[in-house]
């Protein structure tokens, strides 16, 4: 499963899980992405988990008893996660991310801890990779990149036509060097044109 966020003037988000893909845009008003985490044949969830690995710190993004929300979660997710669906309903175990952040990228896992009996077991469901793109600082570049293509192109019409120019100032100077040193009169072209290459 992997995602893609953009920041800046808008967000572009393209979320895919196996062969079903999805793009949406969010203005920076609505900056959320939904982290999709999903098992149909769980039937009762005791303990749901949302972790990022190498988080410094606590690990935990979100964690969701049966019983209502636990606040034990990294101090930099608090009040921005929260249940798609608050019942987990036909095993959607879901998130939203609001305000995302570019310090939001990495790796996301969704696992869950059931009650078999007296045992109980940890399983994950899903791993997901959310990658935060500054918009902003992309077009920035591409403008930049825009800005030295049409610079080249104006030096390089400059450069021609200057040496065009110049060419067609050579060609009259030297048509202007022949009619002073060969003035209409009754000197023929031949005897005229010797003296031009002394």
Known sequence: ??????????LLSTCSTGENTREAEWRRAKRSELCLCR???I????LLEWTKPNLKGEETVFLYRSDGILLDQHESFRNRVSLKNSQMKDGDLSVVLENVKIEDSGTYQCRILQENGSQRR???ISSIHLQVLDLLRRNLIYVLLS????VFVVVVSVF??????RSEF????????VVKMCPQ???SRSECEPNLLS
């Not at 893609?4 to 003037?9: D, K, L, S, Y």
């Open 185 to 187: 009169s009754n000197v």
């Open 160 to 165: 021609y036509k200057k040496r065009t120019r």
């Open 43 to 46: 039937n009762q969830v005791f």
């Open 1 to 10: 499963v992997s995602l893609q966020w953009g920041g800046g003037a808008g």
């Open 147 to 150: 800005v030295l293509v049409v």
């Open 122 to 124: 940890w399983s994950l």
């Open 39 to 41: 098992n149909e044949n």
């Open 170 to 177: 050579q060609k009259n100077l030297e048509v202007e060097t």
